[in-house]
């Protein structure tokens, strides 16, 4: 699976394995999530590609694992879980 993503978008398996890119602010000498509408268009593009990994992983699915991981907000979540079932059942 890793060489098919790769082969869309590296930033793609990042989100994957790291999380989704969140656009961040320094304030009060912290970082805080940026607002949505201050995001420029290169961070919207970055903050997509989770979204474009998540339907690369439901897209490859049965119905049931569909629904198995229908509630997990982000790809690296998803991941996990089928990783998590994967290794249950080599057991």
């Known amino acids: 699976m890793k ?8 930033g793609i398996w990042d989100s994957i394995e ?3 890119f969140i656009p961040k ?3 009060n000498g912290s970082f805080i999530a940026k607002p949505w509408s201050q995001w420029t268009n290169e961070e919207c593009k ?3 590609l989770d979204c474009t990994a998540q339907n690369i992983i439901a897209s490859a699915l ?6 198995r991981i229908s509630k997990c907000k982000t ?4 991941s996990k879980l089928l990783m ?7 057991k």
């Open 25 to 27: 602010l320094k304030k």
């Open 46 to 48: 970055m903050a997509k």
């Open 3 to 10: 060489i098919f993503v790769e082969s869309i978008d590296q």
């Open 18 to 20: 790291n999380g989704p």
């Open 75 to 78: 790809a690296k979540t998803h």
């Open 62 to 67: 049965d119905t049931n694992e569909f629904f």
């Open 84 to 90: 998590g079932t994967l290794m249950n059942q080599r």
